[in-house]
């Protein structure tokens, strides 16, 4: 079993940018498809960007394309997503996630299919 722990959330201004950091403990991060996830207030839970295990593979939902960027170091258990240009809308609390299933290429991007998930930092931004 992973436990995760994330991190980086804050208030940031409109056109700003954050780096969220997930911390994984109890088994090596390798192991795992990693995603990350968010949830505004009133709004379901939706994916925002996966990583395969290796951090060769990756892919964004639309509304975050060519705006931020998901990350891996495997070494340091650590899964980052770096945030730029940030909007109003990006406003949500944010979770990492990891896959114990998933192939070595592939990226998850549906949150059923995610076996762990850390408790999420709270991402704010305004205009």
């Known amino acids: 079993q992973v436990q995760l722990v994330e991190s980086g959330g804050g208030l940031v201004q409109a056109g700003g940018s954050l780096r969220l950091s997930c911390a994984a403990s109890?088994?090596?991060?390798?192991?795992?498809?990693m995603g990350w996830f968010r949830q505004a207030p009133g709004k379901e839970r939706e994916f925002v960007a996966g990583i395969n295990r290796s951090g060769g593979n990756t892919y964004y939902a639309d509304f975050v394309k060519g705006r931020f960027t998901i990350s891996r170091d495997n070494a340091k258990n650590t899964v980052y997503l770096q945030m730029n240009s940030l909007k109003p809308g990006d406003t949500a609390v944010y979770y990492c996630?990891?896959?114990?299933?998933?192939?070595?290429?592939?990226?998850?991007?549906?949150?059923?299919?995610?076996?762990?998930w850390g408790k999420g930092t709270l991402v704010t931004v305004s205009s």
């Open positions: 996630a990891a896959d114990a299933g998933a192939h070595t290429n592939v990226v998850v991007t549906t949150a059923a299919e995610m076996d762990y």
């Open positions: 109890g088994r090596t991060l390798s192991r795992y498809a």
